[in-house]
């Protein structure tokens, strides 16, 4: 009987290990999973046990999800993104509704919180059901053998990063998420908490570069011994002379260690990505994405209302005077423009307006410059500009990469 779930938060220590059970068990023990949230239980400033999301059946948790706090940016607006964290339930109780009633319970929270975004790694088409579409790249691998790499000789050290390097790490992650217009926030907190416990999502070594004594990048690494491949997490943008002697880093460790290959999970629009692709690196092609769910569309636009006027002013549109009806099917958002400045941005409960007219989930990829117009009209029959509006719609709404640096 539905009565017999009951959903809720954990509240005792046996309720977290209950969890953290769940978890092993539905993940596997080399998944990490586990290890993952009891992390985040642990060492998360922005979490409390409210977060976390549990299903008990007589007394035992039997599925499971969390929310992890994060914040993104947009064209430099900055969003309050709920990240769903991992999502399981025990084999013998899937079918039953279960991840539905935690995910109604996790969005009610997301909604009551303030949230702009939600965000998921995810299972492919599963959460469809729930709202979400893939809008923002995941997953971009670039690998390469190791033999490919030239032995450069470089001047430049590398060596443990401290504590003492996060300041001006920040600063090198935030000139090279600037080519970036969906980019994640890390505050220096989680800078701390990261270096601290030697994890992310996964776990990792860091390393910085420097030259007199002077930082000039930083990197992450792991290895994966099984398949004999190194794993470059993350590494800032850097000079000739920093890369180079970064390259030169990776594969001596690689080959110390047994190792065979370089597997760089980092962006295609990284200059390191780049340089690799040059030495004969191969890209994973199609990449997989972050599936999201915009939470209210009339706020979304409120908060980017400073970027459009700014898109506006620099185009053949900046004396622009015009109701803009984005008509998303069920109901339309309303922007009034006067002589270029957004005067008011409202729902309206019609669609009837047929000049932008859009497929409300869809529109997520052209929010997030993850498409352009002409592409999702392309794909998506249900996602139709009349030719007096493509152009301004085009100038709104840019296509450009984006990228989620680890968070958590």
């Known amino acids: 009987m539905k009565q017999d779930f009951i959903v809720q938060h954990p509240e005792t220590v046996e309720d977290i290990e209950q969890y953290i059970e769940l978890l092993r068990k539905v993940f596997g023990p080399e998944s990490n999973v586990d290890t993952i949230v009891r992390r985040l239980i642990d060492h998360h400033h922005g979490m409390t046990l409210e977060d976390h999301f549990i299903v008990k059946h007589s007394g035992t ?7 992890i706090p994060e914040k993104w940016s947009i064209g430099g607006v900055p969003l309050k993104v709920a990240e769903m964290g991992p999502v399981g339930t025990l084999p013998e109780y899937r079918r039953r509704g279960l991840i539905r009633r935690l995910v109604n319970e996790f969005h009610r929270r997301v909604e009551d919180q303030g949230y702009d975004l939600v965000a998921i790694e995810g299972i492919p088409y599963f959460y469809r059901q729930f709202g979400y579409e893939y809008a923002v790249p995941l997953d971009e691998v670039v690998r390469i053998r190791l033999d490919q790499m030239p032995d450069y000789d470089t001047r430049r050290e590398i060596r443990p990063f401290t504590g003492r390097d996060i300041p001006q790490a920040m600063k090198f992650l935030a000139q ?7 980019h994640s926030i890390r ?3 989680i800078w701390k908490m990261q270096h601290e416990t030697g994890r992310t999502s996964d776990k990792f070594e860091g390393y910085a570069v420097e030259e ?3 930082m000039m990048a930083y990197l992450r690494i792991d290895e994966q011994p099984k398949v004999k491949e190194l794993v470059l997490r993350e590494v800032t943008d850097a000079d000739q002379y920093s890369a180079q002697a970064i390259l030169r880093f990776l594969k001596d460790v690689g080959n110390k260690r047994g190792l065979e290959n370089l597997v760089a999970l980092i962006s295609y629009h990284d200059p390191f990505a780049k340089l690799l692709v040059s030495l004969g690196a191969v890209e994973r092609i199609p990449p997989y994405a972050w599936q999201i769910r915009i939470i209210d569309y009339v706020k979304i636009f409120q908060k980017m209302k400073p970027l459009l006027e700014k898109r506006l002013a620099a185009s053949t ?5 015009e109701k803009l009806n984005f008509n998303l099917n069920c109901y339309t958002v309303q922007i009034t423009v006067e002589k270029g400045a957004i005067t008011n941005i409202q729902r309206l409960e019609t669609n009837e307006d047929g000049n932008i007219r859009l497929n409300p989930l869809v529109f997520t990829q052209l929010l997030l410059g993850y498409r352009s117009r002409s592409e999702l009209e392309m ?3 249900d996602f139709r500009i009349r ?5 301004l719609v085009d100038i709104l709404f840019p296509k450009f990469p984006s990228y989620i640096h680890a968070v958590n």
Do not use: C
């Open 387 to 391: 030719q007096s509006h493509r152009n």
């Open 187 to 189: 505050d220096e907190w």
């Open 317 to 321: 549109y900046l004396r622009l005077t």
């Open 61 to 67: 948790i039997v599925s499971a999800l969390s929310l």
């Open 176 to 182: 090279s998420q600037e080519k970036f217009y969906v």
């Open 379 to 381: 794909i998506y029959p």
């Open 212 to 214: 007199d004594g002077q």
